[in-house]
T-cell receptor, first 115, second 112 residues
Framework: ETGVTQSPTHLIKTRGQQVTLRCSSQ?????VSWYQQALGQGPQFIFQ???????GRGNFPPRFSGLQFPNYSSELNVNALELDDSALYLC??????????????FGPGTRLLVL | SQQGEEDPQALSIQEGENATMNCSYKTSINNLQWYRQNSGRGLVHLILIRSNEREKHSGRLRVTLDTSKKSSSLLITASRAADTASYFCATDAGQGAQKLVFGQGTRLTINP
């Protein structure tokens, strides 16, 4: 158990809808990263938040957006859902100032199915 | 896009045998990490090796890194049924955001 929690665990949406996924970071971690993992693939970096600011973004369109709150929890929002958005969404927290600063601790993921 | 390429894509061995997985990557890195994933769940961090290190051990795990060949290997000794999982290498270029770039993984099956 990493201490990173995500909700919900599973979600079914239809094409065109919007979805919000949530992540609570491990205690003391001020950085949250989001990844998308399609079936049979490795995770792909969506973006990272550090102290409530976006701190880097992968190759994902603007309809993927996020927030980080003062308690360092985070949300991933996806608008205008497409069938290809069906995937496991993982969040990971880290503490860049800590001794294990390069290590990211992953939550269990949210499985999103878009019909 | 995927940076790392794991080899093999799938590996099936008998319990007690050693399992070796390889990872190749394309760009300069700050560190390389190995993660385990059970049945499409969250990723568990196994071991991190920095670009100035050549070998690292953690319990039954041994990781090597060859930056000249841009490759790494993960050795699991004395495998157990509980080691059945997918294993991913992930590289960190160490520039700006702490962005991990994952390979496609090796699916390891340990047969009792």
């Amino acid at each position: 158990e990493t201490g990173v929690t995500q909700s919900p665990t599973h979600l079914i949406k239809t094409r065109g809808q919007q979805v919000t996924l949530r992540c609570s970071s491990q205690s003391g971690h001020n950085t949250v990263s989001w990844y998308q993992q399609a079936l049979g693939q490795g995770p792909q970096f969506i973006f990272q938040y550090y102290r409530e600011e976006e701190n880097g973004r992968g190759n994902f369109p603007p309809r993927f957006s996020g927030l980080q709150f003062p308690n360092y929890s985070s949300e991933l929002n996806v608008n205008a859902l497409e069938l290809d958005d069906s995937a496991l969404y993982l969040c990971a927290s880290s503490d860049p100032s800590g001794g294990a600063r390069e290590t990211q601790y992953f939550g269990p993921g949210t499985r999103l199915l878009v019909l | 896009s995927q940076q790392g390429e794991e080899d093999p894509q799938a590996l099936s061995i008998q319990e007690g045998e050693n399992a070796t997985m390889n990872c190749s990557y394309k760009t300069s890195i700050n560190n390389l990490q190995w993660y385990r994933q059970n049945s499409g769940r969250g990723l568990v961090h196994l071991i991190l090796i920095r670009s100035n290190e050549r070998e690292k051990h953690s319990g039954r795990l041994r990781v090597t890194l060859d930056t000249s060949k841009k490759s790494s290997s993960l050795l699991i000794t004395a495998s157990r049924a509980a080691d059945t999982a997918s294993y991913f290498c992930a590289t960190d270029a160490g520039q700006g955001a702490q962005k991990l770039v994952f390979g496609q993984g090796t699916r390891l099956t340990i047969n009792p």
